[in-house]
């Protein structure tokens, strides 16, 4: 039998475990040290995909899934780590409490800075002496309202969290008002499990990413569309756009329509309610093209339309940061962006389920998850009163390289085993065509 958590993910999918899939009363411990379990939610999450696959596969690597969960400590450009967070994203204490902020995109670094009313010269001891004269809700909502990234280090809250259990992790519903149009066909499967299968990739920043990633990795063709004037960190393409094409186009293009008739999924990472201005959101895109399954992921879930944020904040205003303080009196974090790179396994195996049943059943599929939903459940699993020691892992055993663009590139290697990632492409650089 899987965990209780995989259970409850391969129910939601209304799916059955693969015999591949490891027993209960021999777990594998995943060593991603946490006071939360955090290491069992990387190991359901990841598990999800191979137990829609069906078949037999080796045995998940604790090592691998841990690595894979932190990629980004282990990427390698030119022989070099990139720089991974700006110096505007972190914990800041303000007069009342704590702040935890986001600014790794240089207009959200911008942003911050307009809503603390600092010069673009400012640094982050500007950033800090201004913190400490505001009151937390005065800096959230300061900064905020300037369209920058800024949450209030919270509490958990165990009311709030049980709610949001009660509705499944991963939703996966059939539209049965839209008609049945055909769509393109969706091919057979042969060889790898999503041979021939087309997805849009509109996402962004590490969930959306892994989920298409992992697509990509069963074999889908994967086009990754971007907007013109949003340059993406080159490190964070590099970390997780291997196997997939990029492309920039303007989404309100008839090109983008020419693309979205002829695929086969969509992924989408923005937030709903810029999607809906878009005409890219869920509703808007099944009238137009019926055939297509749809997933979406969001931080803060659809209720919540019109926020953005990122793992970080998710961690922070959930409670997470401070079951995690390494003392009580200063917050922390996962020792992964747990939440994203989670969602990106659990948004993969429900898109790879939907495609099976949009094959057999027809109809127009749709997906969800988000980050906060994720923050729940592991919210709500067994937690250990200390911080487990951390273990040292022989990395070299989990890496691979490649070339891209002249540039050479090590990352973890395919955490789904019997699977090898190919090359990230250069960003931006393929044209906007299956």
């Known amino acids: 039998m899987p965990s209780s958590l995989l259970a409850r993910v391969l129910d939601d999918l209304r799916t059955a475990p693969s015999a591949s899939v490891e027993p209960a009363d021999s777990p594998i411990d995943v060593p991603l040290p946490s006071r939360l379990a955090t290491g069992e939610l990387a190991r359901s999450s990841v598990a999800a995909i191979t137990a829609v696959m069906g078949g037999d596969l080796p045995a998940l690597d604790p090592e691998r899934i841990a690595l894979a969960y932190r990629s980004d400590r282990f990427l390698m450009i030119d022989g070099a780590a990139p720089p991974v967070w700006s110096p505007f994203s972190g914990f800041w204490p303000a007069s009342d409490g704590w702040v935890r902020t986001h600014g790794n995109y240089p207009h959200h670094a911008a942003a911050l800075r307009r809503g603390l009313e600092l010069t673009e010269a400012a640094g982050s001891e500007d950033v800090a002496d201004a913190f400490t004269r505001m009151t937390t809700s005065d800096a959230v909502r300061a900064i905020t309202g300037s369209g920058g990234l800024a949450v209030a280090v919270s509490r958990e809250s165990p009311a709030h969290d049980h709610a949001l259990r009660s509705r499944p992790l991963v939703?996966?519903?059939?539209?049965?008002?839209?008609?049945?149009l055909a769509g393109p066909p969706t091919p057979a499967n042969t060889g790898l499990p999503l041979a021939g299968v087309r997805v849009l990739d509109l996402t962004r920043v590490i969930a959306g990413p892994v989920c298409t990633r992992t697509l990509a990795l069963l074999g889908a063709d994967v086009l990754r569309i971007d907007p013109p004037g949003l340059a993406e960190a080159e490190w964070q393409h590099l970390d997780t756009g291997h196997g997939k094409r990029s492309t920039i186009l303007d989404a309100r293009s008839?090109?983008?329509?020419e693309l979205l008739s002829s695929a086969h999924a969509v992924v989408l990472g923005y937030?709903?309610?810029a999607l809906r201005r878009l005409g890219l959101d869920p509703d808007s895109l099944a009238r137009r093209h019926p055939h297509l399954v749809v997933a979406?992921?969001?931080?803060?879930?659809?209720?919540h339309p019109d926020r953005a944020g990122f793992d970080s904040l998710v961690q922070a205003e959930s409670g997470i940061s401070w079951i995690e303080s390494p003392d009580g009196t200063m917050p922390g974090?996962?020792?992964?962006?747990?939440?994203?790179?989670s969602a990106g396994y659990l948004l993969a195996a429900a898109v790879s389920v939907a495609i099976r049943r949009r094959r057999t059943e027809g109809g127009s599929w749709r997906v969800t998850t988000s980050l906060r939903r994720i923050a729940a459940e592991l919210l709500g699993m067994p937690r250990r009163d200390a911080l487990p020691a951390e273990r040292a892992i022989d990395s070299s055993r989990h890496t691979t390289g490649f070339t891209v663009g002249?540039?050479?590139?090590?990352?973890?290697?395919?955490?789904?085993?019997?699977?090898?990632?190919?090359?990230?492409?250069?960003?931006?650089?393929?044209?906007?065509?299956?």
């Open 171 to 180: 939703t996966m519903t059939r539209d049965r008002e839209r008609p049945d």
């Open 254 to 257: 008839p090109r983008m329509e």
């Open 271 to 273: 937030r709903p309610a």
């Open 296 to 303: 979406q992921l969001s931080a803060w879930g659809t209720d």
């Open 333 to 341: 974090a996962l020792p992964a962006q747990a939440l994203d790179h």
């Open 406 to 434: 002249g540039r050479d590139i090590v990352t973890v290697g395919a955490a789904i085993p019997g699977y090898d990632f190919a090359a990230p492409r250069p960003w931006g650089r393929d044209r906007p065509r299956w």
